[in-house]
């Protein structure tokens, strides 16, 4: 379904196990994050009503993420640590940039095929995570994780086919998929969720 080019190797669940503290925080990070895209997503589009209602949906389910992860890291007597680069992410960002053209059309959908493509690997390495962490509380809490970041994939791919116009979104999410399969190869060598 994911379409995902080059899968992670398992054997980055042992550098996770390493330091679950640092994969935590960072996987904390990231759920705000994707809040903060779809509250984006809200602010540059209000005059799509679904896309509004379903970014809204979107960004509370993705703070309550950020809040079960949070508290995970409470009862582990953790340290919710300060931000970290995404390296990962911000080759994407880079990426989604130097493809606007500066039309209303590209810029959103470049933006929903971002997030789609950052959701369709976070469900992935959940996915890994899920089956290959020894913490069965974790393993657990991760497999819940993966369905719901299958969905918001599936919902960002959505719209983007939903408001395209010009764009011939199954080539660009082609092109997406290649780019992505060239940046993750560099990574799953960190204890973070793309590093």
């Not at 408001?163 to 992505?180: C, G, N, P, S, T």
Request: charged content about 35%; hydrophobic content about 40%; proline content about 1%.
């Amino acid at each position: 379904m994911l379409r995902l080019q080059l899968p992670t190797d398992p054997r980055w669940v042992n550098i996770v196990e390493s330091n679950i503290g640092e994969i935590l925080s960072d996987h904390a990070w990231c759920e705000q994050k994707a809040a903060t895209n779809a509250i984006n997503l809200i602010i540059n589009n209000s005059e799509k009503e679904d896309l509004v209602s379903a970014m809204l949906e979107i960004s509370i389910e993705e703070m309550e993420h950020f809040k079960m992860v949070h508290d995970l890291i409470k009862e582990r007597g953790l340290e919710f640590e300060r931000e970290r680069k995404d390296d990962y992410v911000n080759e994407l960002a880079r990426y989604m940039k130097d493809h606007l053209d500066g039309s209303r059309e590209a810029g959103l959908i470049e933006r929903l095929l971002f997030a789609a493509m950052i959701e369709a690997r976070s469900c992935e390495r959940f996915k890994v995570l899920s089956e290959n962490i020894n913490d069965e509380k974790l393993a657990q809490f991760y497999r819940d994780l993966m369905e719901s970041e299958a969905s918001h994939y599936t919902t960002f791919i959505g719209f983007a086919r939903k408001y395209a116009e010009k764009i011939d979104v199954e080539k660009r999410w082609q092109e997406w998929l290649d780019f992505e399969a060239s940046v993750i190869a560099k990574y799953g060598k960190k204890e973070t969720i793309h590093g």
